[in-house]
């Protein structure tokens, strides 16, 4: 990246926490903290989730999120947005509604019209950036590309083949030419009650209809009385490995450390094949944020920070006491 694009990103991830921090520092709860920090992400065109997001294989953005509180044990979640401006405050009206835990499609944003949230063209997530790495997915996997390289109205239909090349890996299973990004965020409050909030456009050319970690309760997002955590990388990996419940349960039934306990997943999954990395804070304050990809955008506000928020992207920032790399 260029050194004004890292001075952006670290910008709008200062932003961010401290949109959450100044709601814990005024005594507000750790689930509003965690909305209002993914918000801010999800209006920021750098991060991949809302205005930002990456495309799938046909040209759209398809957007998902959820959300959870660890004091009350709610969850809610939305995917195959594409009209939804800020999805992470979907899954917040779902989580509240008491009736369900998981919408997706057409019932998720009629649902998000009738909660008089904000609805947008799907033409306002389109972003040049994103577009060209779009079209670069082809170019990697060496597919036709979309005629009209600077219109965001041309959408490829690709054929079949091209279409299971393309979606999310090439012939060997690569994903490391795929942008990702996911963003989360974990909190504790005043109270010692943590939550957690996950938003994303999920993987770079993925398949129409493709649904990741993000969204699904104890994969990509989990809180308990206990521990809070959100998840980025490889959803697949997440999936199959349960990642988010994974930890809580190491933290709850093995009375393992959230760093540990975050390794230990971690170390799993890239041995499975996954890449990425979790943020995780439990209720005492700790916080582990651990990854085995080259850098994961991160950074945390506490007392011990003074208030501020310090941020980090390369693995070989250290930021925190909690903050660990898995070498390759």
Known sequence: MTPDVEKSLRAGLYEAIKKGYDILQKGGAAIDAVEAAVRELENNPLFNAGKGAVFNIKGINQLEASI???????????????????????????????????????????????????IVDPSY?????????????????????PTSSSS????WSPT?????????????????HLPMGTVGAVAVDILGAVAAATSTGGMSNKWDGRIGDTPIIGAGTWADKAVAISGTGTGEYFIRQGTAQFIAS???????????????????????????????????????????????????????????????????????????????
Request: glycine residues 12%.
């Open 68 to 118: 959870m509180d660890g004091q009350k044990g709610t969850a809610g979640a939305a995917t195959l947005l594409t009209t939804v401006k800020n999805p992470i405050s979907l899954a917040r009206k779902v989580m509240e509604s008491d009736h369900h835990v998981f919408l997706g499609g057409a019932g998720a944003e009629s649902y998000a019209k009738e909660q008089d949230l904000e």
């Open 125 to 145: 997530f389109w972003t040049k950036h994103r577009w060209e790495q779009h079209e670069r997915g082809f170019l990697h996997s060496a597919c036709a590309v």
């Open 152 to 155: 965001k109205s041309d959408h």
């Open 160 to 176: 079949s083949t091209a279409y299971i090349l393309d979606a999310g890996m090439d012939e060997q299973g690569d994903f490391s």
């Open 250 to 328: 190491r933290i709850g039934l093995l009375k393992e450390g959230i760093g540990s306990a975050s390794k230990t997943a971690v170390v799993q999954m890239k041995q499975m094949g996954g890449e990425g990395g979790v943020i995780c804070v439990d209720s005492s304050g700790n916080i582990s944020m651990t990854f085995c990809s080259a850098g994961m955008y991160r950074g945390y506000c506490s007392r011990q920070t003074g208030h501020s928020p310090v941020i980090g992207i390369f693995h070989d920032e250290v930021i925190a006491p909690g903050d660990n790399h898995v070498a390759k």
